[in-house]
Antibody, heavy 120, light 108 residues
Framework: EVKLVESGGGLVQPGGSLRLSCGGS????????MSWVRQAPGKGLEWVAN????????YYVDSVEGRFTISRDNAKNSLYLQMSGLRAEDTAVYYC?????????????WGQGTLVTVSS | SYVLTQPPSVSVAPGETARITCGGQ??????VHWYQQKPGQAPALVMR???DRPSGIPDRLSGSNSGNTATLAISRAEAGDEADYYC???????????FGGGTKLTVL
């Protein structure tokens, strides 16, 4: 069974930085494409970033381009999201998700999410 | 950028059929995926590639995609179907994912 567990969320001041982590188990992590999706309180889903299995391609939503960096460590079965220049509008639950072996396939599994709150 | 439009809410009587729409320009040229999200839970895939049900999803759920509208239909609606539903497509112009705004399904 594919299992994804996020960590690293918390309260951060505007302009600050935070790194989210996602641990994967129950599957061959190094062969799966990974993504981050967020959901602001009471709002809908927003795709944030994608990363290919060998990190050769990364994609970002325009609103985080240049501020967020997605990366992975296949040896540790881990996905990361380094966030800097945080803004109030980045406040959201951040979900780790995967489309399996299909980079542009549907998200077949989701973690439970980690809450990031940007506030002074 | 590509935009998907969903009605904010849909209501259905128990046992009837609910239809949740997802509008987008020539959306029939894209693969549409659907997710269900219950309160306090992460989303879960309920329909992929327009009309393919993942394992474990009941056949009461069906999908279609034609012209500018994709539809998720839930027949014989029951209380357990109450949730938010989101459609998703890939924006081929910039290799970005796009979600619809979500539809809250209420089973009255």
């Amino acid at each position: 069974e594919v299992k994804l567990v996020e960590s690293g969320g918390g309260l951060v001041q505007p302009g600050g930085s935070l790194r989210l982590s996602c641990g994967g188990s129950g599957f061959n992590f190094s062969t799966y494409w990974m993504s981050w999706v967020r959901q602001a309180p009471g709002k809908g889903l927003e795709w944030v970033a994608n990363i290919k299995r060998d990190e050769s391609e990364k994609y970002y939503v325009d609103s985080v381009e240049g501020r967020f960096t997605i990366s992975r460590d296949n040896a540790k079965n881990s996905l990361y999201l380094q966030m800097s220049g945080l803004r109030a509008e980045d406040t959201a639950v951040y979900y780790c998700t995967t489309s399996g072996n299909d980079f542009w396939g549907p998200y077949i599994s989701w973690g439970q999410g980690t809450l990031v709150t940007v506030s002074s | 950028s590509y935009v998907l439009t969903q009605p904010p809410s849909v209501s259905v009587a128990p046992g009837e059929t609910a239809r949740i729409t997802c509008g987008g320009q020539n959306v029939d040229r894209k693969n549409v995926h659907w997710y269900q999200q219950k309160p306090g839970q992460a989303p879960a895939l309920v329909m992929r590639f327009d009309d393919d049900r993942p394992s474990g999803i009941p056949d009461r759920l069906s999908g279609s995609n034609s012209g500018n509208t994709a539809t998720l239909a839930i027949s014989r609606a029951e209380a357990g179907d109450e949730a938010d539903y989101y459609c998703q497509v890939r924006d081929d112009n910039n290799d970005h994912w796009v979600f619809g705004g979500g539809t809250k399904l209420t089973v009255l």
